[in-house]
Structures are given as structure tokens and as C-alpha cells.
């Protein structure tokens, strides 16, 4: 049953409101009437139940200007007070969190459907005016339509336009079997490249929008960059050649899993740039060889973005979650080089509901409790031959090892050190991010970190990718006033923030302090060697339910047991511990100061006080409270390891961190 009335605000630019369309047409199934506030009404005028709202804010975008001038007033709609209004994300703001355009529009408007239909109708009147431009062509040649490379005076974006060698190359290649037509507007952009051996020039605005979507419909062939007529011509199924730039990577405006890109080709320089910065000076390189290649891939029907099998390599991923192996299988950049393999604990059937997505699935030898594995000689000879079985039969290439201090994966590593297979190891970060390194991870002593972090392409232009969420469930904030009436405590006494961890997880295994071995160890250090300081302890989330697991805690008459959120934490206090937590990074960001005794992103003593010997303990309020963050040391890290060393699982970066040396990897400037 169709809902009723809603509104949503459109895009401005033509290319998005192509992307659009099919979101657009689901709402106009789900509600009764759409009140969409649109510059291209042309496009959506086939759809039922939909009105148009005229966009009251004058933009300097030309285009929308022309296309809004070819409507009466009385053609409009206006916005009825009071209805809902459904909010599309702005998909640059998701690319930075490593979501496509598909998926950020899918989150204002979602399509349940497997495939989406990205078809644009494409209306008789629309054909008639192409025809007309057609018919003054007298030729038996392919028509082939080229947006040649040019930067928008009202939107520059230097970075995105790429090297018009690469058209021209392709120009001269097929001049006898295509008849080139350029489409540009001169009055509103600037050209970069002018392109020779063109048959027919459109480049001062001659043509309407309505006209050069008939012509993408009738062409044989679309050559463009990252403009309008890249999805035009997905959405009226015409051969489209993308050749990119830099600024951001085409195939994060696509998706492969969902769309038909069976007539589509993106090439792209490797390594691509994704820096977001519209006058940054990406890398531009794209090798010829590739460049014709894949225009024969496109030309002759060979649509498959993979390699031939015998081409690939095989990855084998050790421990992580289906979920999370499933978004590195459909990573098109490692779905395009790699095959797929899995290993866990966990059943094999939490991989094999992905169908083909992984080649094959196994499950490790028992070890019991996973959490506390017993892995004796006997047991760890098992698991050895196990994993040599698997690495040998698959001809495995690379093996990406999760959790890479628990006995299974330990036992992996050695495997694969034996059999001469590399071996990067990954932890979970924020947000749906992983960070790779190929010495160890944050929570060990040797680790990329400490040899990258003064030594990265800096991109300061980049916005850092600070972590939007946490990575537990936490409760509902409270303001100071209502903490210390809920927990009877002074405003005014002396505090320091424990924030917890669990007990058997491999981040409390490694410490900088000799002396201290456990995570009791130290608990007991802190709490004894402060009397008089009142320690507030928030258990980490997943203790909330084995609560009783910290009873010896319970025993210090000194803490005092809190189940708050960290952001109520971090408003209140400026004081923390904690051994080894991914909290101490968040903190960080927040400038709050910090005692640690283990390894985690930020070991260094500008950011925070390290226990590297018992006595240091002693006194922990006042020596974190003068304590100094230096702010050059915090913005390096921070920056390091929000934008370079976590990385999204559908990202391309991926594929060049597990494909490229770390010393050429961090001097990328992505």
C-alpha cells in the first residue's frame, strides 16, 4: 500500500540526476505523490504521482540555470507544508567513509530489489531531435561521441580532467572506423586538451540536454571522463568508455554486484588518486598497452572486468567474519586480481551462503574456547599440517591474517614462513575500516607505524577521516551534573578513567613495562599505586553480561564501577588509563591525556605517558596532569592512521596496500 506524500531534494548536477533516476522511481512506488525540487524535470517527466518544485536558491551552476529557464512558473509545484522529507546523503561525504554513490543513495532511498534498473527512458521527442542533428551527417562510420577534457569555470576541478593524450590516442586508432563528435560548452568551460581528427564539433552549447541524451542513445560508442555522459551512458545502454583523472575513483559512483555495466569500461592510472581535492595534481599516467586493451575488451563485447583465472592470484583471508570477507570479495579491484579463500573457526557455512563469491572454505581444527584456546604439541601439529594443506593445494599467494597473535593464526604465519607465501596482518578499526600491516598490528611492539608514520605523503588538503562511530555499543550520554548524582560522587575530587578491556584478548599480550604481564598485573598496579586517587572503571561492552569475570577488581576500595557511554566519559574527565584500548586513539583526537602500559596506535611519549616501569605509577594524576600532547605529533598520527593505515574494505586502496611495498604504498598521495 502506497504511503502518502513526500519531498525530497534532487541533486545539481545532470550526471547525478542520472545516477538518481531509478532511486527516484522507487519512491513514486512507495508514495502516493513525490514532490521532487529538481533543475532537470525532463528527466523524471515519464514517471507518475511525481510534481516539481522549483529550487528557490540560485545556484552559478550554468547548467542548471538553462535547463530551470525552459519551464513556465506555472509549471510548478509548490511544496506542501508539513509532509516528510526523504534525505539522500551527499555521496562525496560517503566516499570519504568508503561508501559508493549507489549505497549513499540507497540509504536515503532504499531499493530492496537485487538489481537495480538504471534504464533512462528516452522520449520520441528526445529521438526526433537527434535524428535531425543526425540527419546532416552523410557517413557509413560508427557514430562515436566525445565529451573531450575540460574544467567547469563554475565548478574547477582540475584534478578530476585527465591527460587528452589518452582521447587523441584513441582518435587516431579507430578514425576509420568511427565518426567523432565532440560535445562541450566553451562559454562555461575551459578546454584542456584540443582534440584533432574530430568530424563534428557541438562545443559552444549548441545542443539541449533532451538532444545529446537522444544522441547517446543512438551512438555506438561514448568516450568521456568523469562527467554526464558517463552515467548517460550506462543508462541508455551505449558503449561508454571512461578514461579517468584523479580526484576520485568512477567505479565508487557504479556498482558492479547491482547495475548493468556490461557496455561500460573504466580505465583508470594506477595508482588511481582519490584525494577529494579539486586542484590537487593526481597522477595522471595511464600505460598505453592497458589504455588499448581495454577499449578491445569494450569494442569487441569482452566485458569481463577479471582476469583470465590463470592470471589471478589466490588470497587466502584467516579469521574474519563472512560479512567483512564478502566486502573484500566484491572489492572490484581484488574481485579483478584475486580468488578468493577462507579459513575460521567459525562454520563453513557463514561463507558458502555468498554462493562462487569465495573459491573454497575451511574451518579450523577445534581448539575449544576460542577466546582461550588450548593449542598443546600435539594439537598445534594438527593445525600446522592443516594449514600447509590448504596453502599448498590452492597455490596460495598472499594470506591476509586477522587477530594475528591468536594461536591460529600464529600457527598459519609459521606455515606460510615455511612455504615462502607473504602474510599481511589486519585488525578491525573504526567505522568498518581495517588497517594492514605487514610486520604485526597496532598492539605489538613491532610494528608499520612506528617505521611510516614521519615518513608519509602528507595530503593536509584531505580532510582527516576521524572515526564516526565507536566500535562497541554504548549507552545513552548523560550530562556531568546527572553522572556524579547517578554515582554519589564529589564534582570536585580527583579522578582518573579506567576504560577496560578484555581480559583474554590478544591486545593485553604485549606490554612496554617488563614487570607486568597481565591485565590484572596491571589493574593492580594502578589501583595500588594510587590510594588516593578515585578510579572510575567502565568494563569494556562485552563484560556487561560477565560482569562477574571482574569481581577482583571489585575488591580495590578505590574504583568505582560505571556503565556509560564513552562520549559521557570524555566530556566529564580529562584523565584516563587504559592498557592498550582503541579508546586511548579516541581519546586522543579529543586531546584527552592518557597512561598506557601496552602497544596501540599512538606509543609515543609526545601523546601519551607509557608505564614502562612500576614506580611511574605512583603519583599517575599529577604526572598525567602535566602531561603536554604535543599538537604537530598529534595531527601526524591521527592523520597517519585515520587516512592511510585504516583503510575501507571496499576501497581500491586496498588493493594497492596488499599489492604494493609500504614504502611506495605511503608515498602515495591518496
Keep these: 500500500m502506497k504511503r502518502g506524500k513526500v519531498f525530497i531534494k534532487g541533486y545539481y548536477g545532470f550526471g547525478d540526476n542520472i545516477f538518481l533516476y531509478p532511486f527516484i522511481r522507487e519512491a513514486c512506488k512507495q508514495y502516493k505523490t513525490v514532490y521532487l525540487q529538481t533543475y532537470f524535470p525532463f528527466l523524471y517527466e515519464s514517471i507518475p504521482n511525481i510534481k516539481f518544485v522549483k529550487p528557490q536558491r540560485r545556484t552559478t551552476l550554468r547548467t542548471c540555470e538553462q535547463s530551470i529557464a525552459n519551464y513556465p512558473e506555472s509549471f510548478w509545484s509548490g511544496r506542501p507544508s508539513g509532509i516528510r522529507e526523504l534525505t539522500i546523503p551527499y555521496y562525496l ?23 537495480i ?16 542533428v543526425l ?22 576541478n582540475s584534478a578530476r580532467v585527465p591527460n587528452g593524450k589518452y582521447f587523441q590516442h584513441l582518435i587516431n586508432k579507430y578514425k576509420d572506423d568511427y565518426y567523432f563528435i565532440t560535445l562541450a560548452n566553451r562559454n562555461i568551460e575551459t578546454n584542456v586538451y584540443q582534440l584533432q581528427n574530430i568530424d563534428l564539433r557541438f562545443e559552444y552549447g549548441e545542443l539541449d540536454l533532451p538532444t545529446i541524451a537522444g544522441l547517446a542513445s543512438l551512438s555506438d560508442m561514448i568516450i568521456a571522463y568523469n562527467c554526464f555522459l558517463f552515467p548517460l551512458g550506462v543508462a541508455v545502454k551505449t558503449k ?15 556498482d558492479y554486484e547491482r547495475m548493468d555495466l556490461s557496455k561500460l569500461k573504466i580505465i583508470t592510472p594506477t595508482p588511481c588518486c582519490t584525494c577529494l581535492n579539486r586542484s590537487h595534481k593526481c597522477n595522471k599516467h595511464i600505460d598505453i598497452s592497458y589504455l588499448e586493451s ?5 569494442l569487441y563485447d569482452n566485458q569481463s572486468n577479471q582476469l583470465p583465472e590463470k592470471d589471478k592470484q589466490n588470497m587466502l583471508i584467516c579469521r574474519m567474519r563472512a560479512t567483512n570477507s564478502s566486502k573484500i570479495a566484491h572489492n572490484y579491484l581484488i574481485k579483478k586480481h584475486f580468488n578468493i579463500f577462507t579459513v575460521d573457526h567459525t562454520s563453513v557455512s557463514n561463507y558458502t551462503t555468498y554462493g562462487n563469491l569465495f573459491k573454497a572454505s575451511y574451518r579450523f581444527p577445534s581448539v575449544g574456547d576460542i ?11 594438527e593445525i600446522y599440517k592443516f594449514c600447509k594443506e590448504i596453502l599448498t593445494k590452492h597455490s596460495i599467494n598472499l594470506v591476509l591474517n586477522a587477530q594475528p597473535l591468536h594461536p591460529l593464526n600464529e600457527i598459519m604465519k609459521k606455515a606460510c614462513n615455511d612455504l615462502g607465501i607473504k602474510v599481511i596482518n589486519s585488525e578491525t578499526f573504526f567505522d568498518g575500516k581495517w588497517h594492514f600491516d605487514w610486520k604485526g598490528c597496532q598492539y605489538v611492539s613491532n ?8 615518513h608519509y605523503t602528507k595530503n593536509t588538503k584531505m580532510p582527516m577521516l576521524l572515526p564516526q562511530t565507536t ?28 576504560l577496560g578491556q578484555l581480559m583474554w584478548d590478544m591486545s593485553v599480550k604485549q606490554t612496554v613495562n617488563p614487570e607486568i604481564k597481565t591485565y590484572e598485573q596491571y589493574i593492580d598496579l594502578i589501583l595500588t599505586s594510587n590510594p588516593d586517587i578515585t578510579f572510575i572503571f567502565k568494563p569494556h561492552p562485552l563484560y556487561m553480561r560477565r560482569i562477574y569475570e571482574l569481581k577482583f577488581i571489585k575488591k580495590y576500595p578505590n574504583v568505582i564501577f560505571v556503565n556509560e557511554s564513552l562520549e559521557t566519559l570524555f566530556n566529564i574527565f580529562d584523565y584516563f588509563t587504559s592498557f592498550s584500548s582503541t579508546t586511548v586513539f579516541e581519546g586522543l583526537i579529543k586531546n584527552k591525556r592518557f597512561a598506557t602500559i601496552g602497544f596501540h596506535f599512538c606509543n609515543n611519549d609526545q601523546l601519551v605517558f607509557q608505564l614502562r616501569v612500576n614506580h611511574k605509577a605512583r603519583n599517575l594524576y599529577d604526572r598525567l596532569k602535566t602531561l603536554r600532547i604535543n599538537p604537530h605529533t598529534r595531527e601526524r598520527y591521527v592523520r597517519f592512521i585515520c587516512n592511510y593505515y585504516a583503510i575501507d574494505l571496499s576501497s581500491p586502496k586496498l588493493y594497492y596496500r596488499l599489492t604494493m611495498p609500504s614504502e611506495e604504498y605511503f608515498q602515495l598521495d591518496l
Design 240 to 254: 561508454t568508455c571512461v578514461i579517468n583523472g584523479g580526484y576520485s575513483d568512477p567505479n565508487m559512483y557504479v
Design 371 to 381: 577466546c582461550r584456546p588450548v593449542v598443546d604439541e600435539k594439537k598445534e601439529r
Design 294 to 298: 581495454e577499449f578491445e575488451n569494450l
Design 93 to 115: 561525504t560517503e566516499f570519504r567513509k568508503g561508501n559508493s554513490l549507489i549505497k549513499s543513495f540507497n540509504q536515503g532511498i532504499p531499493i530492496k530489489d537485487k538489481k
Design 471 to 498: 566500535r562497541q555499543f554504548q549507552p545513552k550520554p548523560i550530562t556531568r551534573q546527572e553522572f556524579f548524582n547517578k554515582y554519589k560522587l564529589d564534582p570536585y575530587g580527583k579522578y582518573i578513567v579506567i
Design 135 to 156: 540527419a546532416q551527417i552523410k557517413t557509413k562510420k560508427k557514430i562515436c561521441l566525445i565529451k573531450p577534457p575540460s574544467d567547469r569555470n563554475d565548478w574547477r
Design 117 to 132: 534498473d538504471f534504464t533512462l527512458p528516452i522520449q520520441p521527442e528526445w529521438i526526433n531531435k537527434a535524428k535531425g
Design 447 to 454: 610494528n608499520e607505524i612506528y617505521d611510516f608514520v614521519d
